[in-house]
Structures are given as structure tokens and as C-alpha cells.
């Protein structure tokens, strides 16, 4: 097989720190929407979707990762929590260019005063074209719900 497009490497994370933490579940989340950390979308958009049994607290960010050597870019306003039921979290996620994204997803229970009591890391591969994928300037789907 011959591959025609460059290949991309995989995102400098130390081992194993893709998925939950052991506390994910303690904190009565699971995974509903992509079970395996490691996404990959041909499209500018996706829907990740958590499982709660109990009120949770919740704080999301967005990073496009540039390379090893250089920082990670802050793309936290292309995430947004759409919604939260009884039962589930959504998070809509708008990728603004192609490349490995680092979705970090903090939680702590809704009755406590702790700090965060954990994280789930989930990396996603945008492989869309850029013809597809949105500009700045189309963040305004945010600013219109603020």
C-alpha cells in the first residue's frame, strides 16, 4: 500500500495518558459517544458525549498540537458543553484547521468543595481539508450564545 498524503505523527503525551483517570468512574462518568480515546474525523466537527450517574462539574479545553518542540495552540473557544442531562454531557468541538487536537476534560463531584478530582484526555485527528474547516471568524456560532 502507498500512502498519498503525509503522514502525521502522533501527539507527544507521555504513556498512558490518553482516556480517563481510575477516577472517572468512581466520579460516575463513562464514555457513550467514542470509547477509544484516539479519534479520528474527517470532518471540522464532532460530538463527544459522557455518561453521568450523579451531578458533575465539568471545565473543557481545546489544543491544537503544534509539534514537540513548540507550545500547544489554545482552542478552547471551538468547545462548547451543548448540553447536560440528567444523564449525559455533550461537548461539540469545531476543529478551526487540520491536525491533532488535545481535548482535556476536568471533572469534580457537584457537592464538593475538592478541586478537580480528575481528567479524561482524548486526542483527536482532524483530517478534514482546509477548504472545510472553519476560519476564526466563523467562532461567531459561540459569541452568538454568550
Known amino acids: ?3 498519498q498524503v503525509p503522514l502525521q505523527p502522533f501527539p507527544a503525551l507521555p504513556s498512558s495518558a490518553l482516556g480517563a483517570q481510575p477516577s472517572f468512574e468512581q466520579c460516575g462518568l463513562s464514555t457513550l ?6 479519534v479520528v474525523t474527517d470532518a ?3 460530538q463527544l458525549t459522557f455518561g453521568k450517574a450523579r451531578p458533575v462539574r465539568v471545565t ?3 489544543s491544537l498540537l503544534l509539534s514537540a518542540e513548540s507550545p500547544a495552540k489554545d482552542c478552547t473557544e471551538y468547545i462548547l458543553q451543548q448540553g447536560s442531562t440528567d444523564a449525559a454531557l455533550t461537548f461539540m468541538l469545531k476543529m478551526p484547521q487540520p491536525g491533532m487536537y488535545k481535548v482535556l476534560v476536568s ?3 457537584s457537592n464538593s468543595d475538592d478541586n478537580v478530582c ?3 484526555i482524548v486526542a483527536v485527528h482532524c483530517r478534514c481539508e482546509s477548504s472545510k ?3 476564526d471568524k466563523d467562532a461567531v456560532w459561540l459569541s452568538a450564545l454568550v
Open 118 to 120: 480528575g481528567a479524561v
Open 33 to 38: 459517544s467514542h470509547i477509544d480515546p484516539y
Open 107 to 109: 471533572y469534580s463531584n
Open 60 to 62: 473543557s479545553q481545546l
Open 44 to 46: 471540522g466537527d464532532l
Open 1 to 3: 500500500m502507498i500512502c
Open 133 to 135: 474547516v472553519r476560519s
